[in-house]
């Protein structure tokens, strides 16, 4: 069982940054059409994700099995911890949205939900992974060990801007 509930290490970026497209795509819509039930497989995606990496995650397989294997890019392996650290952000700004759409507080949620596509569009379109920066802050702060990431304990790597290829 706790094989099943693993979160892969490396990762791939691309396969990465293809997830967090499919983010931009579900957020623009809920924001743009005011569809908040977009919220919940958004909500769904980030836990599973958070979980077990892409296996229950439906944008996770779509990207990893369907659309990664017919590009021809090659894989850009990085550590998974900072990765599965962005997604659990990801699973506390779709969560305070969905609370907020049900308090009836849906400006609020908007708010939120913006905040969460600019990370998503950072990590989609430049590669820049605002979790994983967050995540080597805190490690060089001391609050996330450094055994959570034997391979992040290059702080400078994780807060370098690397261009994207």
Do not use: H
């Amino acid at each position: 069982m706790s094989r099943i509930f693993t979160f892969p290490n490396p990762v791939d970026e691309v396969s990465a940054r293809l997830v967090a497209t499919g983010v931009v795509i579900m957020v623009t819509g809920v924001i743009v059409t005011g569809q908040w039930w977009i919220l919940i497989p958004l909500l769904y995606g980030f836990v599973a994700r958070v979980a077990a990496g892409p296996r229950f995650s439906p944008l996770g397989l779509i990207a990893t099995r369907v659309i990664r294997p017919r590009l021809a890019i090659a894989a850009r392996p990085v550590a998974g911890p900072p990765k599965r650290f962005a997604q659990a952000m990801g699973v506390a700004f779709s969560t305070g949205a969905a609370i907020l759409v049900l308090v009836g507080a849906t400006g609020a949620a908007t708010v939120a939900l913006a905040m969460l596509l600019v990370a998503a569009a950072l990590e989609a379109f430049a590669g820049i992974c605002l979790g994983c920066k967050i995540f080597g802050f805190l490690m060089r702060l001391g609050v996330i060990p450094s055994e959570v990431c034997a391979e992040c304990s290059d702080i400078s790597a994780l807060w370098a801007v690397r261009s994207p290829s």
